[in-house]
């Protein structure tokens, strides 16, 4: 058996031997449908004792079984996940109702560069760390054991968070393969192209992604679920396998509104593991973000809208004017919800972020050289130490790591030599067209959020670390898009009052076409 069928062989090996013990059921013994189900539809199911964590963990297993061969969205299954289950499962029976959260005994599926301290590997997508050794659990996954929410697996992801190669494909990595949105079966878009995949496609509940540039609005939007990036910092990096502290951040994928602020509550506070969540703390609300899904959350609201940013749309060909149309129905449900649209906005340097070489790769190679050199040391075992031995492990095996698809990013990044004068050019031309652009757009215009199609303002979101929420909002012929929702630092309760109000007024989401894809 070759190394890559041996490590194929280990992944599916907990799957069977699940398989092999049940018949999972696509509902519970008492009739209650577990697909597309919502945490609160799902924790009213075991107040009512209609269903149970093992029979949920169950459900999305066979799900994984039966999708994920052709979908790539999970890499690794927990082996302890039917046990945690059973656990989950006790708990209910002996602690008082009010003790547990709402998150507890739902199964969620973590990026693969959101490190764990248990029995599955933390890779970002590359066998370079393939039996690495992680020091605890990231900050986020020790705020989610303690939620008792149960980590179902792990979710595939560009390797590398795309910092490897210029010319792989979005949602690929050696590990996972090429993810696929389960819609088209075409790209999933990236980096957090599994997190958006398994949700997507009823493999988990709830899932949790990293985003340094467009990884979670973008994968979000084109399978139609519901991505919040946080504002830097407000939940911890530490752990992660991350790009840059100065963009990365942790969020929620899900398939609602209401399960991504869940989530968003579960995992926001401070780690002193990592100092920028302290500084962030100050914008978490008291009493959490649970409050903040309003049914009348758009009444009052300011939307500031850029009419240029129709313009820089990425669908697949034929599938920009659907699109324009539907995000201006969009714009009218938000004016008949209550929105005030503040329309035909322009943002001084739309042309110089988006057309020419602005520096973030700039900083962002330095930024990964040294964020991921910071990972692999703390390690207590790893087959590599740096990103020099990342390089060379990628050299000495070619075939298992693809290295037809290069590593362009990874010598570039290798090259650098900490923050040095180029680099740091580069930081403050970041800080100019953040203060410059977006930052006064809002405050001049006296915004609470900026609407745009797809995830056209992802980039301008990333570089000034500031909070945004992707919502299903239509479907063309080459699939689904979201409408974009984006603040300054801090206004995630008024990002997710006008999201869910947006998406309580429509409820576009729709689950993939199995039987048309023949999934």
């Known amino acids: 058996m070759d190394y890559v069928s041996f490590f194929s062989f280990l992944f599916f090996l907990p799957i069977l031997l699940a398989i092999l013990s049940f018949v999972p059921p696509r509902v519970s013994g008492n009739g209650f449908s577990i697909r597309e189900a919502t945490v609160r539809d799902l924790q009213l199911a075991f107040k009512h004792n209609r269903l149970t964590s093992r029979q949920l963990v169950e459900f999305y297993l066979e799900q ?55 029995k599955m590997n933390t890779t970002a997508g590359s066998f370079a760390l393939l039996g690495s050794v992680v020091p605890r659990d990231a900050g986020v996954v020790t705020r989610l054991r303690k939620a008792g929410a149960i980590i179902l697996g792990r979710a595939s992801m560009s390797e590398w968070s795309y910092l490897r190669s210029s010319t792989a494909p979005l949602g690929w990595s050696p590990r996972g393969g090429q993810g696929k949105n389960p819609y088209t079966l075409g790209s999933p878009c990236g980096s957090s192209s599994g997190s958006a995949i398994s949700v997507a496609a009823n493999m988990a509940a709830l899932s949790l992604g990293v985003e340094t540039d467009d990884s979670i609005i973008c994968p979000s939007s084109r399978n139609s679920v519901v ?51 302290i500084k962030a703390s100050k ?51 938000l004016r008949q919800r209550g929105a005030i649209l503040v329309d035909d906005l322009k943002l001084n340097n739309i042309t110089e972020l988006y057309f020419t070489d602005y520096g973030e790769l700039v900083a962002l190679r330095a930024e990964f050289k040294l964020s991921l050199n ?46 040095e004068k180029a680099e740091k050019a580069a930081r403050q031309n970041l800080k ?88």
Do not use: W
């Open 227 to 277: 991505g919040i990036r946080p504002t830097v910092g407000l939940t911890s990096r530490s752990g992660v396998v991350a790009v840059s502290p100065r963009q990365d951040t942790v969020g929620p994928i899900c398939r609602t509104v209401s399960d991504a602020a869940y989530v968003l509550e579960a995992i926001a506070g401070v780690d002193m593991h990592d100092h920028a969540t």
């Open 374 to 419: 910071a990972y692999l040391k703390e390690l207590i075992a790893s087959p590599v130490r740096s990103l020099a031995d990342a390089i060379e492990f990628n050299k000495n095996n070619p075939v298992l790591e693809k290295i037809e698809y290069g590593q362009d990013i990874m010598l570039q990044a290798q090259a650098t030599n900490g923050i």
């Open 64 to 118: 994984i079984h039966r999708l994920n061969p052709i979908l790539h969205g999970i890499t690794e299954v927990n082996p302890d996940a039917l046990d945690l289950a059973d656990k989950a499962d006790q708990e209910r029976r002996t602690k008082a109702p009010e003790s547990l959260s709402r998150l507890h005994g739902i199964p969620i599926v973590l990026k693969d560069n959101i490190a764990t301290k248990d």
């Open 432 to 519: 100019r067209l953040t203060k410059n652009g977006f930052v006064k757009l809002m405050k001049k215009n006296k915004l609470d959020a900026l609407v745009s199609p797809v995830d056209s303002t992802a980039r301008i979101l990333a570089i000034g670390g500031f909070p945004g929420i992707s919502v299903p909002s239509g479907y063309t012929k080459d699939g689904p898009f979201g409408i974009c929702f984006g603040g300054l630092k801090g206004s995630e309760p008024k990002l997710i009052e006008i999201a869910y109000g947006f998406e309580q007024a429509t409820k576009i989401r729709k689950p993939p076409p199995y039987k048309k894809l023949k999934l």
């Open 283 to 333: 914008y978490i609300p008291k009493g959490g973000y649970a409050k903040f899904l309003r049914i009348d959350g758009l009444r009052g609201k300011r939307l500031g809208v850029v009419r240029d940013f129709e313009n820089l749309l990425h669908l697949n060909p034929g599938g920009e004017s659907a699109s324009i149309e539907t995000f201006q129905q969009n714009l009218n449900t």
